[in-house]
């Protein structure tokens, strides 16, 4: 339970904690403009470029299983050890990794270099589980849900911005001609392993509300027999290996010369592009933790992603990216605005006219081409942007005693974004890389098929799936 309130303590808690939720946005974006990175200066196949997302994300995976485990075990040991030590051990696991990078380089290890990424994504995974009880803990909680959409906006900033900064640190700008070697990396991931040592000693020296969970974790692993998660964990895995895999291929997409034709040092401002969309969703996904009135709700229901698309035309501007190649973008903007007035508080709903979306907008982008047809892939950040929430609450309802166990299942799943990647690039060295983007056509017509099937199932069950929910993206 949370310390007794005070105001201040908890307003730097909040903004060292919000700090957290950025990083984690920055570094998995910037593993984008690491893959074709790799893949020129190691000279790798597209499915081999994509194992820098699997050593990431994979580490979630083993990182939440060894904690699941373990807790089962014997009993939930963060508990033990105190959530404040925890979030500071898992800056120092991530500073780690990111340290690496350097020997990595030096040695001109592909290998090694996939040691260090997950070595960060590790320590991730351990500040995953800690931050978000904290992030509830601290101030009231009847605006907890209000704290953590802004630490997800916050996030998305970071997916944003993430790439844009990296981009600049390898390559100089968008007018850098020529390779760059393996050395470059060297400053940059100081610089972050720097800024997370940094943060563990601000939350070290802090004095953060103590929390403690009362019970432990269900040892009969009874959450399996709920056919809701059960479909939810595949549901899972699926969304974040579509939102993963449709940005870590869109390198490659955009030297075909079907699309741009261009190197992927020029094109960073699209990948940016791509996860800024997810920043407009999930702002625009967020506006009913408010509770406005309908008729500010609407408003803002219009006002929110535009005012988020701005900021990602500002940033972009101060960047000196080539502006002609966003601002076209706003009919997309239009749209998934439009899909919000549709759906309204209900996930399943949703999740398949979001799902339907991302779908028919893939479908199209690989019957275009040029910007068009790439507009049209980027699109999927828009469509993925409010799933995570929509899946999850959907997967847990009804759960009862077996809540915590099939959440930290659902964590697990986080897998998908190691898995789908690799199978895309697989594809593209066989049959095309435009060809290749018929697995995220696929992965949106099973979350669709989710959403219908998930509504049958809580129906059946007399749960109500038509409960209201807020984005929490992983």
Known sequence: MPATPNRSRDNYALIVLTTVFYFWGFVAASNTVLIPFFKENFALAQWQSQLVDLAF?????????????????????????????????????????????????????????????????????????VANPYMIAIGDPATASQRMNMAQGVNSFGTMTGPLLLSWALFGGLDNDGPSGLEVVHSPYLALAGCLVLLAVLLGVSRLPKITRAGQMQKDLGALKFPQLVWGMAAIFVYVGVEVSIQSNMPALMADPTILGMDHTRTVHYISLYWGSLMIGRWTGAIGVFQPRSGLRRLLTVLVPLAAYGVILVVHNLKGSPMDDLTGYWPYVLLATTGFFFVGDHPARTLLVFALGG????????????????????????????????????????????????????????????????????????????????????????????????RRILLGQDADPSAST?????
């Open 57 to 129: 994300y994979a580490a979630y995976f083993f990182g939440s299983l060894f904690y699941f485990l373990a807790s089962v075990r014997r009993g939930d040991f963060l508990n033990r050890l105190g959530y404040k030590k925890g979030l500071v051990g898992g800056f120092l696991i991530s500073a780690t990794g990111a340290l690496l990078f350097i020997p990595a380089a030096m040695a001109g290890s592909f290998g090694f270099l996939l040691l260090a990424l997950g070595v960060i994504g590790l320590g991730f995974t351990l500040q995953q589980i």
């Open 470 to 474: 807020s984005p929490n993206p992983a």
């Open 359 to 454: 779908m028919l907008a893939t479908t199209a982008g690989m019957l275009m081409e040029g910007q068009a047809a790439l507009y049209a892939f980027i699109s999927g950040g828009l469509f993925c942007s409010i799933m995570w929430p929509c899946i999850f609450t959907l997967s847990i309802t009804g759960l009862g005693m077996y809540t915590n166990q099939g959440s930290a299942l659902l964590v697990m799943m986080i897998l998908g974004g190691a898995i789908l990647p690799p199978v895309q690039g697989f594809l593209a060295d066989l049959a095309g890389i435009r060809t290749s983007y018929w697995i995220p056509v696929l992965c949106f017509g099973f979350l669709a098929f989710y959403a219908w099937k998930v």
